[in-house]
């Protein structure tokens, strides 16, 4: 009834290629004398970041299948839905995960440097990743949150929705989540967790057993469809 873990990451996996495509194409059309231009002048900061663009939405895909294999592995209890669109809206949502405790919306995100939550004495919070502000992931993940809770308004059982971060290290044997160690993160009631925290969090006991959490899931299914 979940999503086997092959299903994370797809439609990231797809833009990536669709990228390369479009990169491929537009190398094509240029005249001989053109490429051998290029060729001997080295890629063109247009190409590098074209490159780069690629790259990150393969790191993306790679980052939602690993997480995807984690909470297979580690959390037998748990039903995972996978890379589901966000109905009128150009995004998906990572992964749903039905747990013993609740419903889990969880946003994986693969940066390379430090995670932050900075609280100021006046203003919001914001989140900080390697320097820069990326508050405006919060505010996507509200949208996720929202629409999933949606799904559950009508339902005569309270049914718990919870959005929480899932920060996966990048590439690299000394590379990191770049979160704290000995603490976990918060913003907007949704906390930042590595997949081991996240494994410990979905394996916690709660209400909802084995039939209620297929219910749930079929719901779910029907509201959101694979990205």
Not at 47 to 63: F, T
Not at 87 to 98: Q, S, T
Not at 131 to 143: F, H, I, S, W
């Amino acid at each position: 009834m979940a999503d086997e873990p092959e299903a994370a990451g797809a439609s990231a996996r797809r833009e990536a290629e669709r990228l390369r495509a479009a990169r491929a194409q537009h190398a094509a059309a240029r005249t001989a004398a053109r490429r051998v231009l290029d060729a001997l002048a080295g890629p063109s900061e247009r190409e590098r970041r074209a490159r780069r663009h690629e790259r990150n939405w393969e790191l993306g895909a790679d980052g939602e299948a690993e997480v995807a294999r984690v909470l297979a592995a580690e959390c037998p209890a748990v039903l995972v839905l996978h890379d589901r669109r966000l109905p009128g809206a150009g995004a998906n949502i990572d992964h749903i995960a039905v747990a013993p405790s609740g419903v889990f919306v969880i946003d994986t995100k693969r940066y390379q440097g430090k995670v932050e939550v900075i609280n100021p004495l006046f203003g919001k919070p914001r989140l900080i990743i390697a320097g820069r502000n990326k508050t405006r992931l919060v505010t996507a993940l509200a949208k996720q949150v929202r629409a999933v809770r949606a799904v559950f308004s009508e339902s005569a059982d309270a049914i718990p929705v919870y959005g929480c971060f899932c920060f996966v290290a990048p590439p690299g044997l000394l590379a990191t989540s770049g979160l704290p160690a000995l603490w976990t993160l918060r913003i907007a009631d949704f906390r930042l967790y590595a997949p081991r925290r996240l494994v410990h969090q979905l394996n916690q006991d709660g209400p909802i057993d084995a039939v209620a959490a297929r219910a749930i899931v079929a719901a779910l299914e029907r509201r959101f469809v694979p990205a």
